[in-house]
């Protein structure tokens, strides 16, 4: 195991079941943190390196209901950010985005996601190293999966013209979202000059053929 491969079930740490405690409001949102939400809204979960600017990116979007730090992709039940960086729990950082689909569909957020970070580069983001960097979009629907794979090719076909390797974010269903302590909720607003790494290849989603 290194921190360009994930941890095999011997070193696994074992996490504990007593959960993460969570903020009941957004600090910029005012919404909720947790579900219940309101009735129509549409969950996604975005891995695309370090989640500070991640988060960031969506919570100025109209239509967001709300945003959240967090760990998913991995076998580590309710990880510490230390746990999660050792690259012993699996995960990856990535944003829960609650979002009113009749105000923002998938797609604009898809375009956003494809277009703000590398999703070329396997086990890191930048100069952010690790299994916890990697690109990843979890879905919680059928529909929405076919769609984000649907993406997934069109955009390949625009990074390979543009002299890109193939796309290596990891899509599929989310088996499990442990949200972030605390301190890491909305962070860039909390540290308005805290690190963000997050940058895009420069091919745009609507280039693809």
Not at 103 to 115: A, D, I, Q, R
């Amino acid at each position: 195991m290194g921190m360009h491969s994930l941890p095999s079930q011997e070193q696994l740490l074992p996490g504990r079941t007593a959960k993460m405690p969570v903020a009941a409001q957004h600090v910029l949102l005012n919404s909720p943190m947790e579900a219940p939400f309101p009735e129509g809204a549409q969950q996604i979960f975005f891995g695309m390196g370090c989640f500070w600017g991640a988060e960031r990116l969506f919570w100025n979007l109209k239509g967001i209901i709300t945003t959240a730090a967090g760990y998913a992709g991995g076998n580590t039940p309710n990880p510490s950010y230390e746990e999660v960086c050792s690259g012993r729990t699996g995960h990856t950082e990535v944003v829960m985005v609650v979002y009113n689909p009749a105000e923002l569909n998938l797609s604009e957020l898809l375009t956003l996601f494809w277009e703000s970070h590398d999703p070329t580069q396997g086990m890191r983001q930048g100069n952010d190293m690790g299994t916890q960097y990697r690109s990843a979009i979890y879905t919680l629907t059928d529909s929405q999966l076919s769609e984000v794979q649907a993406s997934c090719k069109q955009y390949e076909s625009a990074l390979k013209s543009g002299g890109f390797g193939a796309i290596t974010t990891e899509i599929g269903q989310l088996q499990e979202f442990y949200y972030a302590e605390d301190y890491h909720q909305q962070y860039l607003f909390k540290v308005p000059n805290g690190y963000c790494g997050l940058a895009g290849t420069g091919v745009c989603v609507a280039s693809a053929p």
